[in-house]
């Protein structure tokens, strides 16, 4: 058993919440950086959750193209396996690729084992379709379930949260509303979460976090900030 796998799937059993992404709580951050994604104070990295998917994201990737920034995309298997095109296309942009599960399911009620079996699933088609080896893993809803971190650890994911994000999956979230929920907490060494999918959200949310990215990255950039994935972050190794 990993080291992380008591104390942090302990903790993390206060991450259950109703809404597509977990609501954190401040002691869990300050106690396990790592997890969260705190990483090197001169960048951010920027994620996006719940693709791929040909509607919503391939206008992210051309977006990213334009601003000449890069991403860390957490993939679902069940539709990386529909859309395997957009998952090499996310590589040979020079974007990175993670595992977010096989589907959209919540880690704490899932039956013994089933997780087990779908992030060694979800990795194995990541490397079989897009040539690279998977490094994150996020669960869906931040739920992270002791099994769901003891199987990432021993097929070589770290586990990773976030530290800022811009409720961009909200019925009425606009372009102003997720940049603003953003940068209201945005600092050097944050991990952003942004969704580049209305797979498990409103439909047609992902258009917030689109039309939101430019003037993110500008911000960040006006901050002295650098904008990349998490392989770029230095996110320290857990000594918990």
Request: aromatic share 6%.
């Amino acid at each position: 058993m990993s080291r992380f796998a008591l104390p942090l799937g302990l903790a993390c059993l206060a991450l259950l919440h109703a809404a597509p992404a977990a609501t954190w709580l401040p002691s869990v951050r300050r106690r396990m950086p790592a997890l969260a994604g705190a990483g090197d104070p001169g960048h951010v990295a920027l994620t996006f959750d719940d693709g791929p998917h040909p509607g919503s994201t391939p206008r992210f990737l051309d977006e990213l193209g334009r601003l000449g920034a890069h991403a860390t995309f957490f993939v679902l298997g069940e539709l990386l396996e529909r859309h395997p095109g957009l998952g090499r296309r996310v590589v040979a942009e020079g974007h990175e690729l993670a595992v977010h599960g096989w589907r959209h399911g919540n880690a704490l009620i899932a039956p013994p084992g089933r997780l087990t079996a779908e992030i060694g699933r979800a990795a194995a088609l990541v490397r079989e379709v897009c040539g690279v080896r998977a490094a994150w893993y996020r669960p869906p809803y931040g739920a992270l379930s002791l099994e769901a971190l003891v199987s990432a650890r021993a097929l070589g994911l770290r586990p990773v949260l976030w530290t800022d994000w811009g409720r961009d999956w909200e019925a009425n979230a606009t372009a102003r509303s997720v940049l603003a929920t953003v940068t209201a907490g945005l600092r050097g060494g944050a991990t952003v979460l942004l969704h580049d999918s209305d797979h498990a959200s409103v439909p047609g949310s992902w258009r917030s976090a689109l039309d939101a990215l430019p003037a993110l990255v500008e911000r960040c950039r006006l901050m002295g900030l650098r904008v990349g994935p998490l392989r770029d972050h230095g996110v320290a190794a857990s000594r918990r």
